[in-house]
């Protein structure tokens, strides 16, 4: 079964661009998690979808906004991109929808470099 | 949130058995304690999860303390491979969303 897949792998943008990245769970997960790793914060929750509906966000500026699709491929947005947007940005999903039991699954990360 | 404590860093040797420490004593009742791992350049791995009774797996066990405020990540035979950071997270999931909480996770380096 393959993994989680997230494209582009690399991307390097221009201060006060906007970029899109993507991610294609796993087959059969519905839920999928976004999440961005820097050095300074560590890994940061953003936010999630199921059903083609957030679910949950985490304390991130308005910039940042997601979406889902039917087929639960998912895509992230962040417009006028700020310098400390650089970070890795990576995806996670998930099977269960229950109370908390269900492991979620990360893909490799997309790594951004806004200059 | 709910938070957890973990050491910075932990250090421990080829094939001897290594156990990771965690407080968490805001836990509430609904919430699961979930470890994840991170090895160099690559995204967080799940390792095990537990409501209130340990557990095991093939990649570790989890030692739960009897009144949940705490809990022991176990690596049985540590490799080379076991080196990462560990992360552990306290999940509560609302009407069935879910969100993982990393803190700063605990350094795992594993000497030959």
């Known amino acids: 079964k393959a993994g989680v897949t997230q494209t582009p792998r690399y991307l390097i943008k221009t201060r006060g661009q906007q970029v899109t990245l993507s991610c294609s769970p796993i087959?059969?997960?519905?839920?999928v998690s976004w999440y961005q790793q820097t050095p300074g914060q560590g890994l940061q929750f953003l936010f999630e979808?199921?059903?083609?509906?957030?679910?949950n966000k985490g304390n991130f500026p308005g910039r940042f906004s997601g979406r889902q699709f039917s087929n639960s491929r998912s895509e992230m947005n962040v417009s006028t991109l700020e310098l400390g947007d650089s970070a890795l940005y990576l995806c996670?999903?998930?099977?269960?929808?229950?109370?908390?039991?269900?492991?979620?699954?990360f893909g490799p990360g997309t790594r951004l470099t806004v200059t | 949130d709910a938070k957890t404590t973990q050491p910075n860093s932990m250090e421990s040797n080829e094939e001897e058995p290594v156990h990771l420490p965690c407080n968490h004593s805001?836990?509430?009742?609904?919430?699961?304690i979930h470890w994840y791992r991170q090895l160099p350049s690559q995204g967080p791995e799940y390792v095990i999860h537990?409501?209130?009774s340990n557990v095991n797996n093939r990649m570790a066990s989890l030692a739960i303390a009897e009144d949940r405020k705490s809990s022991t990540l176990i690596l049985h035979r540590a490799t080379l491979r076991d080196a990462a950071v560990y992360y552990c997270?306290?999940?509560?999931?609302?009407?069935?969303?879910?969100?993982?909480?990393f803190g700063q996770g605990t350094r795992l380096t594993i000497n030959p």
């Open positions: 996670a999903s998930r099977l269960i929808w229950d109370r908390g039991r269900g492991e979620q699954y």
């Open positions: 087959s059969g997960h519905r839920s």
């Open positions: 979808y199921f059903s083609e509906t957030q679910r």
């Open positions: 805001t836990i509430s009742g609904t919430d699961y």
């Open positions: 537990g409501l209130t």
């Open positions: 997270i306290l999940m509560r999931a609302i009407q069935g969303a879910q969100k993982l909480v």
